[in-house]
């Protein structure tokens, strides 16, 4: 039996389209109807059953029947399923089954049987994501303004590739533009430094000691040759020599987290491969490129304002409010032209792309999906006429707190909070979980005093918690001569089973998680999976009968330790796929 038709939505969406299939066969129902739309999915009324789907109010109309009826006949079919002990249909036409307790105590044995591939899915079908993320300019350390962005999208590939995509983790390494020249001025003052020379940092180049090694360093090597050397004796040295170092102190950070990328993609290698020139020449052939001048700025006067012609991509076509410039006045690649050419190069390597970015890049997204559109639909990098699949997922920046007040920032480290020193203060696995505990697109406070608190308001600890006690009540099973055991589950009552319900739920978030781009709905999971389990584990301290350990009946406590193992295994995977370790103690 494959991991698919193991679990219990999944199986069940099985029965329903051999269910449709019956229909077509009797003639009840057209064949060809498209059924990408079906859904099976718990009701939102617990009360109405166990799962409900709306087969009967998408197929209806294009079938020409009423919903009412379809359903009806639906109900026909799936009542003969041995599982199904109920089955209704509310309002126009949703459809609501009610399960046998034994449905669910297969599934509780799936968990057991399937282990760390519980929720494990071929849905991606090895098709390849390409996901770039973090890709902070190469001038320094990084700081907690790329710390969430790193975290989404890290636990986004891990979850992509656990729903059975192939994934490319890729860096875009910014390092062409004026912000590398900088840099490279930055260093050679340190250099100067090394040598004795006093030095002042003046306003608009880096300040931080982060760059002090670096100079130093070149200082050992060069002695005093580029002390009064003209700029472009040095410049292209120390920027090559700075980047080079900055990328050691990114990916060494980005370890602390636990993150690593596949590839790391230089801009500089890519304006000089042409791959600009490329796409410029590819999108003017296609007729969406073109010389032209861009309207006057609102506000400016003709004296202040002189019209040039300029490369100008035709974004207004696929949905941009102006056409966009992909060249500068003087030949040089404006931002937008850069990223075309990078996304032009990367789909020719995946069949889907995301990126996440940082919220302040906003304005950007129009321009950037319509150039990938232009690009990779009809004979471009998309080899099916259709534009590759493309999302930009925006990340809100996070604002650090220390008893709820705003950190004062650091000026050891250039005027910012390194990600090393939060990482280094509260643990990794704080840190990643934390990132996720709300939508990427929602404002997010960090408080150091709050992600490390022990109480049930930190997610964090809530979960990690749960485990615990999970390994905590096995060892205590254990201690006492039970073991956990699948033996005799039938003995499980209601209350049980409940926890089973939501338990049963992890695969069919991990699909819709994966399909939507969105990891946090995993921790969303595990967060109402822990207080279920606290929940149940709390009645056992008012009602003897109700704990995990009842001395006097091995049989049923072999039955609830064998559910709180499944419950910990189904945390370990869930924390597996955000990057964080379960905890056997707190």
Request: charged share 25%.
């Given at each position: 039996m494959s991991i698919a038709n193991q679990t219990i939505y999944a199986a069940f969406t099985g029965h329903l389209h051999a269910a449709l299939d019956a229909l077509e066969a009797a003639g009840v129902l057209p064949g060809g109807l498209k059924r990408?739309?079906?859904?099976?999915?718990?009701?939102?009324?617990?009360?109405?059953?166990?799962?409900?789907?709306?087969?009967?109010?998408?197929?209806?109309?294009?079938?020409?029947?009423?919903?009412?009826?379809?359903?009806?006949?639906?109900?026909?079919?799936?009542?003969?399923?041995?599982?199904?002990?109920?089955?209704?249909?509310?309002?126009?036409?949703?459809?609501?089954?009610?399960?046998?307790?034994?449905?669910?105590?297969?599934?509780?044995?799936?968990?057991?049987?399937?282990?760390?591939?519980?929720?494990?899915?071929?849905?991606?079908?090895?098709?390849?994501?390409?996901?770039?993320?973090?890709?902070?300019?190469?001038?320094?350390?990084?700081?907690?303004?790329?710390?969430?962005?790193?975290?989404?999208?890290d636990a986004l590939c891990t979850l992509l590739e656990f729903a059975g995509h192939k994934v490319i983790r890729e860096y875009y390494v910014n390092d062409a533009g004026a912000q590398v020249d900088v840099l490279a001025r930055s260093v050679h003052l340190r250099y100067r430094e090394a040598l004795g020379e006093t030095v002042t940092i003046p306003e608009g180049?880096?300040?931080?000691?982060?760059?002090?090694?670096?100079?130093?360093?070149?200082?050992?090597?060069?002695?005093?040759?580029?002390?009064?050397?003209?700029?472009?004796?040095?410049?292209?040295?120390?920027?090559?020599?700075?980047?080079?170092?900055?990328?050691?102190m990114i990916k060494d950070d980005l370890a602390l987290l636990g993150i690593r990328h596949d590839l790391f993609s230089s801009e500089a290698e890519l304006q000089a491969a042409g791959k600009p020139e490329e796409a410029e020449a590819f999108l003017r052939a296609r007729g969406l490129v073109y010389d032209g001048q861009l309207e006057a700025p609102k506000g400016k006067t003709l004296d202040d304002w002189e019209p040039v012609e300029l490369p100008l991509f035709r974004s207004t076509k696929f949905g941009d409010d102006q056409d966009r410039p992909i060249k500068k006045s003087d030949g040089s690649w404006t931002y937008f032209g850069a990223d075309l050419?990078?996304?032009?190069?990367?789909?020719?390597?995946?069949?889907?792309?995301?990126?996440?970015?940082?919220?302040?890049?906003?304005?950007?997204?129009?321009?950037?999906?319509?150039?990938?559109?232009?690009?990779?639909?009809?004979?471009?990098?998309?080899?099916?006429?259709?534009?590759?699949?493309?999302?930009?997922?925006?990340?809100?920046?996070?604002?650090?707190?220390?008893?709820?007040?705003?950190?004062?920032?650091?000026?050891?480290?250039?005027?910012?909070?390194?990600?090393?020193?939060?990482?280094?203060?509260?643990?990794?696995?704080?840190?990643?979980?934390?990132?996720?505990?709300?939508?990427?697109?929602?404002?997010?406070?960090?408080?150091?005093?709050?992600?490390?608190?022990?109480?049930?308001d930190n997610p964090v600890f809530y979960v990690q918690y749960a485990h615990a006690r999970v390994s905590s009540t096995l060892r205590k099973g254990a201690a006492e001569g039970f073991a956990p055991s699948g033996e005799h589950v039938e003995l499980l009552g209601e209350e049980e089973l409940e926890l089973i319900k939501l338990a049963a739920q992890f695969p069919r978030i991990v699909e819709a998680a994966a399909a939507a781009r969105e990891a946090h709905r995993i921790a969303f999971f595990l967060q109402d999976l822990a207080a279920a389990f606290h929940g149940y584990w709390n009645v056992g301290n008012d009602r003897v009968e109700k704990r995990f350990v009842v001395a006097q009946d091995g049989n049923l406590t072999g039955a609830r330790l064998f559910l709180a193992a499944q419950i910990g295994q189904l945390i370990r995977n869930g924390l597996a796929l955000l990057g964080v370790e379960a905890v056997e103690e707190m």
């Amino acid at each position: 039996m494959s991991i698919a038709n193991q679990t219990i939505y999944a199986a069940f969406t099985g029965h329903l389209h051999a269910a449709l299939d019956a229909l077509e066969a009797a003639g009840v129902l057209p064949g060809g109807l498209k059924r990408g739309a079906i859904t099976v999915e718990p009701p939102r009324d617990p009360a109405h059953g166990d799962l409900a789907t709306n087969a009967a109010m998408v197929l209806a109309k294009p079938a020409g029947l009423k919903p009412r009826d379809l359903a009806d006949a639906l109900v026909g079919e799936l009542t003969k399923l041995p599982q199904v002990t109920g089955a209704g249909i509310a309002g126009p036409g949703f459809i609501n089954l009610r399960l046998s307790p034994a449905a669910w105590l297969t599934e509780l044995r799936a968990i057991a049987d399937l282990g760390a591939d519980y929720g494990r899915s071929t849905m991606g079908g090895g098709s390849t994501v390409n996901v770039e993320y973090v890709s902070a300019n190469p001038t320094g350390p990084m700081h907690m303004g790329h710390c969430r962005g790193a975290v989404v999208g890290d636990a986004l590939c891990t979850l992509l590739e656990f729903a059975g995509h192939k994934v490319i983790r890729e860096y875009y390494v910014n390092d062409a533009g004026a912000q590398v020249d900088v840099l490279a001025r930055s260093v050679h003052l340190r250099y100067r430094e090394a040598l004795g020379e006093t030095v002042t940092i003046p306003e608009g180049l880096y300040p931080g000691d982060y760059l002090v090694s670096i100079g130093q360093e070149l200082a050992k090597e060069y002695g005093d040759k580029y002390v009064a050397a003209p700029e472009g004796d040095w410049l292209l040295l120390f920027r090559t020599r700075a980047v080079a170092a900055m990328l050691v102190m990114i990916k060494d950070d980005l370890a602390l987290l636990g993150i690593r990328h596949d590839l790391f993609s230089s801009e500089a290698e890519l304006q000089a491969a042409g791959k600009p020139e490329e796409a410029e020449a590819f999108l003017r052939a296609r007729g969406l490129v073109y010389d032209g001048q861009l309207e006057a700025p609102k506000g400016k006067t003709l004296d202040d304002w002189e019209p040039v012609e300029l490369p100008l991509f035709r974004s207004t076509k696929f949905g941009d409010d102006q056409d966009r410039p992909i060249k500068k006045s003087d030949g040089s690649w404006t931002y937008f032209g850069a990223d075309l050419a990078y996304h032009f190069q990367k789909a020719q390597s995946a069949d889907a792309l995301v990126d996440i970015w940082g919220a302040d890049h906003a304005g950007t997204v129009k321009r950037i999906k319509a150039a990938v559109a232009a690009l990779t639909g009809g004979d471009g990098a998309g080899a099916t006429g259709e534009p590759t699949p493309f999302e930009i997922k925006l990340v809100q920046m996070v604002q650090l707190l220390r008893n709820g007040e705003p950190v004062k920032m650091s000026k050891r480290s250039g005027n910012f909070v390194t990600l090393a020193d939060v990482v280094r203060e509260v643990g990794k696995d704080v840190v990643r979980f934390t990132m996720l505990t709300r939508k990427p697109e929602a404002q997010m406070d960090f408080d150091f005093a709050k992600v490390v608190e022990a109480s049930k308001d930190n997610p964090v600890f809530y979960v990690q918690y749960a485990h615990a006690r999970v390994s905590s009540t096995l060892r205590k099973g254990a201690a006492e001569g039970f073991a956990p055991s699948g033996e005799h589950v039938e003995l499980l009552g209601e209350e049980e089973l409940e926890l089973i319900k939501l338990a049963a739920q992890f695969p069919r978030i991990v699909e819709a998680a994966a399909a939507a781009r969105e990891a946090h709905r995993i921790a969303f999971f595990l967060q109402d999976l822990a207080a279920a389990f606290h929940g149940y584990w709390n009645v056992g301290n008012d009602r003897v009968e109700k704990r995990f350990v009842v001395a006097q009946d091995g049989n049923l406590t072999g039955a609830r330790l064998f559910l709180a193992a499944q419950i910990g295994q189904l945390i370990r995977n869930g924390l597996a796929l955000l990057g964080v370790e379960a905890v056997e103690e707190m």
